[in-house]
């Protein structure tokens, strides 16, 4: 499977401990995107990297979020001291210029995300 | 605030009929959407888009329409089957920017036997 991959699925943890999720994109996409899914909500945009620069960022994005993409190639997202209001599935998205669909969208794959349980 | 949205969070239909899903939006100098499907337990997947110089575009089983004048538009599903059973999205890119997406709430088809 060559799509954008996400682990874990799942995370279950107590109030206040650490987390953290990776992505790895669709191998030849520098894009990658993070978003927030709330239960009957779409997902939400938090942050954006092209390559190894984080370019854009949420206000969604707390102190307590980090995103890193080191090598331009996978990425990391740390909730330190979690909340229960972090519960939520977290979704990561690549994307290449030049994919384009009918117009000038650079089409995003979405992974499958990681759901988080906060206790 | 929210740009986009969806007329109905749950809608059922009978396999084979179709399905029309809604949405509509408030920023008149939008100038293009994109339809997500979302499976349970999986990612949102593309399904097709279209920009507002168009009214209409086709997909396989799929037909997107967009009227302008009242700032709405709907996905068509022809002949509903049982894997169509999913939530969908409209979503549209920030004007000036093709990065991250701006989803409505969705809207749950739900296929009936």
């Known amino acids: 499977d060559t799509g954008v991959s996400q682990d874990p699925r799942h995370k279950i943890t107590k109030r206040g401990q650490n987390v953290t999720f990776r992505c790895d994109p669709i191998s030849e996409h520098n894009r990658l995107y993070w978003y927030r899914q709330t239960l009957g909500q779409g997902p939400e945009f938090l942050t954006y990297f092209q390559n190894e620069a984080q370019l854009e960022k949420s206000r969604l994005l707390s102190d307590r979020f980090s995103a890193e993409r080191p090598k331009g190639s996978f990425s990391t997202l740390e909730i330190q001291r979690t909340e229960q209001g972090d519960s939520a599935m977290y979704l990561c998205?690549?994307?290449?210029?030049?994919?384009?669909?009918?117009?000038?969208?650079?089409?995003?794959?979405f992974g499958p995300g990681t759901r988080l349980t906060v206790l | 605030g929210e740009s986009v949205g969806l007329h109905l969070p749950t809608l059922s239909v009978q396999e084979g009929d179709n399905s029309i899903i809604n949405c509509a939006y408030s920023n008149s100098a939008s100038d293009y959407f994109i339809w997500y499907k979302q499976e349970s337990g999986k990612g949102p997947q593309f399904i097709i888009d279209i920009r507002s110089n168009m009214d209409k575009r086709q997909g396989q089983r799929v037909t997107v329409l967009l009227n302008k004048t009242v700032k709405h538009l709907s996905l068509q599903i022809a002949a509903t089957q049982p894997g169509d059973s999913a939530v969908y999205f409209c979503?549209?890119?920030?004007?000036?920017?093709?990065?991250?997406?701006?989803f409505g709430s969705g809207t749950q088809l739900t296929v009936l036997p």
């Open positions: 979503a549209e890119p920030p004007r000036g920017s093709a990065r991250q997406l701006t």
């Open positions: 998205a690549s994307s290449f210029p030049g994919l384009a669909g009918g117009g000038s969208y650079n089409e995003q794959f």
